[in-house]
């Protein structure tokens, strides 16, 4: 039976100088279109995974690109049985993803595009002179990564350019970086240039780009998501499972975030150790007088005050500095 729902992934750096403005007549457009999940509107440009009906998720790109400021918007687009998300957030922020790399406009500089068809033979030969570089967080690469990857030791993103330091003898070599979608890759290849480093590529529409365009071929594991499905299937040509059990040590690509919200570890589990621990990643976490009850899922809403521009709400401007 044919999937009735979408999930849209996408990210556009464009300035935005109303984007207080903006954000209201943008999620006024998603309520409006029974559209949820979680959006950023930032001076920098947009950064979004929106799910829906897939009519309504059609008429949400239309919406984006008829805007001349996001008329190029590439986005990724996924088939589902369900919505991927029970609320919708659409906030404003100084960044269209926290990076610490403010200066820095992937408009002006940026690495090279390497398309996903190039990415799979490269993959395949792997030549000497070739880094493959995961620009991830640890908890993303850990359940999933490219056969071969260079990995970093990073909770956040914002921790990559202190990373950077470590890569001076990578200096002679092809860099291309990969990340979930490519938004990610725009800066930390824009900042590997800025720090001299030469040849610099990035994968063009992320890991989720190639899995749609090439299979996911020798993507190893699975895709850490920001939705409610918290890890998604790529690799459809030679799939496996690399991640282990925080609990048990078994194989496991089952992704959850501790049920205690103060810890909130993003860690593989199985589905035994997630009910035997009560979806947390310790015995301390488990008796935290603030755990949150577990479903078998792992995944949690976080708590907002539930912005809606039909109900009249208004907060104060959101202060960029």
């Known amino acids: 039976m044919e999937k009735q729902y979408s999930i849209l992934l996408y990210y556009c750096y464009a300035e935005i100088k109303d984007f207080e403005a903006y954000r209201e007549e943008h999620h006024l457009f998603c309520v409006h279109n029974n559209l949820r999940g979680r959006i950023i509107i930032s001076p920098e440009g947009l950064n979004g995974t929106v799910s829906g009906l897939k009519e309504d998720c059609e008429a949400y790109m239309t919406y984006v690109k008829s805007d001349e400021r996001f008329a190029d918007t590439e986005f990724k687009v996924e088939a589902h049985d369900t919505m991927a998300f029970a609320k919708l957030h659409v906030r404003v922020k100084p960044e269209i993803v926290h990076s610490s790399l403010r200066h820095i406009n992937p408009r002006e500089r940026t690495g090279t595009y390497v398309e996903p068809s190039e990415f799979k033979n490269i993959l395949k030969s792997q030549p000497d002179d070739t880094v493959i570089l995961d620009v991830r967080s640890d908890y993303e690469h850990k359940v999933g990564r490219f056969k071969n990857a260079l990995t970093l030791d990073i909770e956040n993103f914002r921790d990559f350019p202190e990373q950077v330091k470590a890569l001076g003898d990578l200096r002679g070599k092809k860099i291309i970086t990969y990340c979930t979608g490519g938004i990610k890759c725009e800066k930390a290849s824009a900042y590997l240039l800025e720090q001299g480093f030469e040849n610099v590529y990035q994968l063009h529409g992320g890991i989720i780009k190639y899995g749609i365009e090439e299979g996911g071929e020798d993507f190893e594991g699975k895709c ?98």
């Open 224 to 321: 850490y998501v920001f939705d409610n499905r918290i890890t998604a299937e790529v690799n459809k040509v030679n799939p496996s499972i690399i991640s282990k059990c925080h609990i048990t040590g078994v194989l496991t690509d089952r992704m959850v975030n501790c049920a205690n919200p103060t810890c909130n570890a993003h860690l593989p589990m199985s589905e035994e150790a997630g009910w035997l621990m009560d979806g947390c990643c310790s015995d301390e976490c488990r008796q935290h007088p603030e755990r949150r009850p577990y479903d078998g899922t792992g995944y949690y809403q976080k708590d907002t005050n539930h912005y809606n521009p039909l109900k009249g709400v208004k907060r104060e401007p959101a202060k960029i500095s």
